[in-house]
Nanobody, 128 residues
Framework: QVQLVESGGRLVQAGGSLRLSCAAS????????MGWFRQAPGKEREFVAA????????YYSNSVKGRFTISRDNAKNTVYLQMNSLKPEDTAIYFC?????????????????????WGQGTQVTVSS
């Protein structure tokens, strides 16, 4: 069984930066990718970023491309989301997730139904 625990969310002013962490426990196969999703009040959960086990393949939503960076440290079983130039519209609960990329097409790696395990989320609030 895989467990994911996010941390690092807090209140920050617009233009500021945050780094979220997602610590994983349990056995994660090398075919598993890691993703970050977010859900704002009254909105559906949306894809933010994802990274392969090797770290060589990454995906970003258009809304965060150029501002957010996803990375991972497999020795620590941790995935990070560095968020710069934050905007009020980035306010949301941020979730990390992991799922098997081995049998899915590339476009499915940004879909939440590809991911089997989810963390409890961490709140990010960006004030204007």
């Amino acid at each position: 069984q895989v467990q994911l625990v996010e941390s690092g969310g807090r209140l920050v002013q617009a233009g500021g930066s945050l780094r979220l962490s997602c610590a994983a426990s349990g056995r994660i196969a090398y075919t598993y990718g890691m993703g970050w999703f977010r859900q704002a009040p009254g909105k559906e959960r949306e894809f933010v970023a994802a990274i392969s086990w090797s770290g060589l393949t990454t995906y970003y939503s258009n809304s965060v491309k150029g501002r957010f960076t996803i990375s991972r440290d497999n020795a620590k079983n941790t995935v990070y989301l560095q968020m710069n130039s934050l905007k009020p519209e980035d306010t949301a609960i941020y979730f990390c997730a992991t799922g098997d990329w081995g049998m899915v097409a590339s476009y499915q790696r940004t879909k939440d139904n590809t991911y089997d395990y989810w963390g409890q989320g961490t709140q990010v609030t960006v004030s204007s």
